[in-house]
């Protein structure tokens, strides 16, 4: 055993298929698998367990990660303050959900002392500066613990940078041992905000989905979904405007005449997706999209494989874009938005294609000239393909962490 790790998050599956994403339960996973001993502490909700273990391999218990789950309301059909969106998105569409902040902060703190106490883990990990970097940060000074807090980006984008959120964050990074960032974006606000000895701070991307493409379910979506058509384009992300699903679909318009038997997958759910269906409605474009909808995560792969290109055309911040990694890694060619920590991974022209944020016209320009170029796609898929195993791959991600591990652990 490497050494023993405790984590802490507001962001991880309740259960198998959940469609809250699995990035950290990715990272602790892939710790355990070159052997770290690794518990995870996470917020109760519906459908979870209290308690369970996950292990590395489906059907092999020798290895993976303990998960704590601490109620922080009761009846426990009030815990709705994270899931379903994430804390921000609650706090928007549940005001009455803020009430139940300071619960969760007294809960997170107390469980994880205990938990510390009981395990004595080298190493405290927090994801998110707030709430779990300032908990952690707290029982790091009781208890001696070397602590690690990780921004994804929504703590420092998401939340106000002065007054008591500002206040918080710059403790939080002034109190961690380390700190890592997913992408040059998030990099330049944490070191804004930290404001202190930048040393401590170190480029480390979110760990992506490592299920490869099953060639039966991909032949089996294209056969369901797409039939023969060619070319197909497709999306997967929350269905938001932030994401520009509406310019995407204002580009498959103009793309109608060049190309008529083009094909859309969206895949993913949200709040504004009644808009965008009126919107493809309105365009006549019914018997060119096709709504997939949420599909299991360890199935995404296979969806992106089934596509000739996919399209992440965001309007509003990516802090990184974690999609994108798997859809280079799937080696499906990418056309995204010139935005956030998007251009860490994809270089225009060589792993992908860039284009100005919230610019449909530019967008199926691009689109055209991808589709129309089957060597430049299999140049940029396979360009991409390399540069994420050699760099955001579970392996790369995983060695970029233990290296942080080790600079801190005693």
């Known amino acids: 055993m490497k050494g023993r790790v405790l984590m802490v998050t507001s962001v991880f599956p309740r259960f198998a298929g ?13 710790l355990a698998a070159v052997g770290w001993k690794v518990t995870v502490l996470a917020p109760h909700g519906t459908g979870a367990r209290f308690r369970e273990w ?49 619960l969760f902060i007294a809960a997170q703190f107390l469980v994880l002392l205990w938990l510390t106490l009981r395990c004595r883990p080298q190493i405290l990990h927090s994801h998110s ?17 070397p602590h690690i807090t990780t921004s994804h980006g929504n703590d420092v984008f998401g939340l106000r940078p002065d007054g008591l959120m500002g206040r918080l964050k710059r403790w939080v990074l002034g109190q961690a041992d380390a700190v890592t960032v997913n992408s040059s974006a998030t990099e330049a606000a944490v070191r804004d905000l930290l404001g ?21 379910r991909v032949a089996e979506i294209r056969a369901r979904h797409v039939g023969a058509a060619r070319p197909v384009i497709l999306f997967a992300g929350r269905m938001i405007a932030d ?31 009644a808009v965008f269906e009126t919107q493809v409605q309105r365009l006549g474009l019914e ?39 798997e859809a280079m890694l799937t080696g499906v060619p990418i056309v995204a938005s010139r935005i956030g ?13 860039l284009v100005p944020p919230g610019n449909c016209t530019a967008l199926a320009a691009t689109l055209t000239e991808v589709l129309r170029n089957p060597a430049t796609r299999s140049r940029l898929a396979a360009n991409a393909r390399e540069r994420a195993q050699s760099s955001f791959s579970p392996a790369a991600v995983t060695a970029a962490t233990e290296a942080v591990y080790r600079a801190i652990a005693p």
């Open 243 to 273: 994401k520009g699903v509406g310019d995407l679909i204002d580009a498959l318009a103009h793309l109608r005449s060049d190309f008529p038997d083009l094909r859309a997958l969206f895949i993913g759910d949200g709040q504004d997706r």
């Open 287 to 325: 018997d060119r999209v096709c709504w997939a909808g949420w599909v299991p995560p360890e199935t995404i792969t296979s969806w992106m494989a089934a596509g000739d290109v996919f399209v992440l055309p965001s309007k509003v911040f990516e802090a990184q874009g974690l999609v994108l990694v």
């Open 129 to 145: 500066l707030l709430p779990q970097g300032f908990t952690a940060g707290l029982v790091a000074m009781v208890t001696h613990t």
């Open 341 to 353: 920590g998007i251009p860490d991974m994809i270089e225009d022209k060589v792993t992908g294609r």
């Open 54 to 102: 996950i292990p590395v391999c489906s059907g092999e218990a020798s290895s993976g990660i303990e998960v704590i789950r601490f109620p922080y309301a009761w009846p426990f059909g009030l815990q709705k303050l994270c899931y379903d969106g994430g804390m921000l998105v609650n706090f928007r569409t549940r005001p009455w959900t803020k009430a139940l902040l300071p």
């Open 196 to 216: 202190g000895d930048p040393a401590k701070v170190h480029r480390v991307p979110a760990t992506p989905n490592a299920h490869p493409a099953d060639p039966d």
């Open 18 to 30: 959940d469609a809250t994403p699995a990035f950290v339960q990715s990272q602790a996973l892939a």
